[in-house]
């Protein structure tokens, strides 16, 4: 790992702060995290219990809001390695239907984004791999499954299954929906539970789609987005990397109770029963999905925890571990990232003898603004699921995806190098 400020990063060397953070999990959160720590001039170890990586996932989205840190990584190298991965929909933007008719409500256009602020639509896998390898070669990435957490008011740490302690200055938990570290902050247990929705979902080649004449639409002119909206279920299907891949997801009501899992294998026959009143081009489709390549997927959603700092406040969840979101707000990832973002600005501003108190001040920078975009996946699911046709008729605009400036326009490294002195002002007098 490298030591000194001199490492671009795409920034200017930086002083080193001697902060050292340990990140637990390599998911999106947990790179991002380690990525911008080392970037703000702390010492960082990325702790990650897959023993390799792991090609999981289908489409994953990342608004300009997550396009504006990329592309600050590595000179812009990360953002160019990402683009050809990435849906390409400046020509046919995102078809609406009605679910039963079929009929095409609307043509949602793609907004141009500048360069600065790309956002990416791919596979998990491919994007993820991306970002693990740049941040591996950068840092290193021990593999190793925590145990367990701990805390006083002078440092914090890692219990690695091993039984090596490994402690430091501040330990952030990006370790998923299925956190250790969660209890450790709370206090008490808190499972995650069901959102009462789950998504099939499923990622092919779109060898069997150009041979059918009706389906090789979707493939032959490059990249396709569309989606049907129907009461209580959506499918959405895409095609990417100039239409040789193919995509969809279909959400739709599920009470199936989580317990440790919540990834299963999924049966076409099942997603066929559920479509069979809609569309004849959805059931067409979904026929051309091989089927060891249906996952269903269960929605994982919890109440907003009531923090994200341990009392010595030295541990942090971050990302999914903190705050799980609904596919529907596409911004669980970019979320994640504006948190690494964030706690490394506030480490650099408080220097090594306050953590505790950057750590604080990050959430209080953060929590209203993630709580708010997490119930844009709620209100767009029941915008979606609830769509009275009859007004929709009237203004066709009603149903496009929300895409809000207050989100998406968000420079996160600024917002938290502005706010940052008042936030700890504030934090002082209570
Ligand atoms: C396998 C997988 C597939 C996914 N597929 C999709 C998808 O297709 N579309 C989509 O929108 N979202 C998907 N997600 C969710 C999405 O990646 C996250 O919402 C988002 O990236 C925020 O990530 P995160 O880093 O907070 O959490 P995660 O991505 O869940 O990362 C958590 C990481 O912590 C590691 N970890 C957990 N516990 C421990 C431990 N005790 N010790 C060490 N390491 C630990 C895990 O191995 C994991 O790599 C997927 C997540 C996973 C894990
Ligand atoms: C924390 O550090 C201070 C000063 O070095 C010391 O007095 C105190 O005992 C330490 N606390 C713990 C729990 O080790
Ligand atoms: C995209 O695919 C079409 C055929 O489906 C092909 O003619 C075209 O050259 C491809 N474009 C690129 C950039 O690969």
């Known amino acids: 790992m490298a030591t000194n400020g001199s490492k671009t990063n795409g ?3 930086r002083s080193r702060t001697g902060i050292k953070v340990i990140v637990v999990g390599a998911g999106f959160g947990g790179l991002g995290a ?20 792991k090609q999981l996932g289908d489409i994953i989205s990342f608004g300009p809001n997550a396009g504006r840190i990329f592309y600050r990584w590595a000179d812009g190298e990360i953002v160019r ?12 933007g995102f078809n609406i239907h009605k679910y039963d008719t079929g009929e095409i409500v609307i043509n949602q256009p793609t907004p141009k984004y500048s360069v600065e602020a790309p956002n990416f639509n791919g596979h998990r896998g491919e994007l993820h791999e991306v970002v693990f390898n740049y941040a591996r070669d950068d840092l290193g990435i021990p593999r190793n499954r925590i145990s367990t957490y701990f805390e006083d008011e002078n440092e914090s740490g890692i219990v690695l299954e091993t039984g090596t302690k490994v402690s430091a200055d501040v330990v952030i938990a990006a370790d998923g929906v299925r956190s250790k570290a969660r209890k450790t902050v709370l206090g008490y247990e808190d499972k995650p539970k069901s959102s009462g929705y789950a998504v099939w979902r499923a990622w092919f080649p779109n060898k069997d789609m150009i041979a059918d004449p009706l389906t090789a639409q979707f493939c032959e002119n490059g990249d396709t987005f569309n989606g049907w909206i ?49 569309d004849p081009m959805c059931t067409r489709i979904v026929s051309k999905t091989p089927e060891e390549m249906l996952v269903d997927w269960k929605l994982v959603y919890r109440d907003p925890l009531p923090t994200w700092v341990s009392p010595k406040a030295r541990i942090l969840l971050l990302g999914d571990s903190a705050h799980p979101f609904l596919p529907t707000s596409a911004q669980g990832a970019t979320q994640a990232l504006e948190d690494g973002v964030c706690i490394a600005v506030c480490l650099r501003r408080g220097g090594k003898e306050n953590v ?19 119930k844009t996946g709620e209100s767009t699911r029941d915008m979606w699921h609830k769509t009275d046709w009859a007004k929709v008729k009237e203004n066709p605009e009603i149903i496009q995806f929300p895409r809000q400036d207050w989100i998406f326009d ?15 002002e504030g934090l002082s007098e209570v």
């Open 11 to 13: 920034t200017t060397s």
């Open 230 to 278: 129907g009461p209580d279920m959506h499918f959405l299907f895409s095609t990417i990397k100039n239409g040789s891949d193919c995509c969809w997801v279909l959400t739709h009501p599920d009470e199936h109770d989580i317990d440790e899992s919540w990834s299963f294998p999924g049966k076409l026959s099942e997603v066929k029963e559920a479509i069979k009143d809609w």
């Open 34 to 53: 380690a990525i911008e720590c080392h970037r703000q001039g702390h010492n960082v170890e990325i702790y990650e219990a897959f023993p390799e990586l």
């Open 81 to 92: 390695r990402m683009r050809p991965l990435s849906i390409d929909l400046t020509k046919y």
């Open 410 to 424: 968000f420079d996160t490294e600024k917002n938290a190098e502005e706010m940052y002195d008042g936030v700890v």
């Open 356 to 374: 505790p108190t950057s750590v604080r001040a990050h959430e209080k920078i953060r929590y209203e603004r993630v709580r708010a975009t997490q």
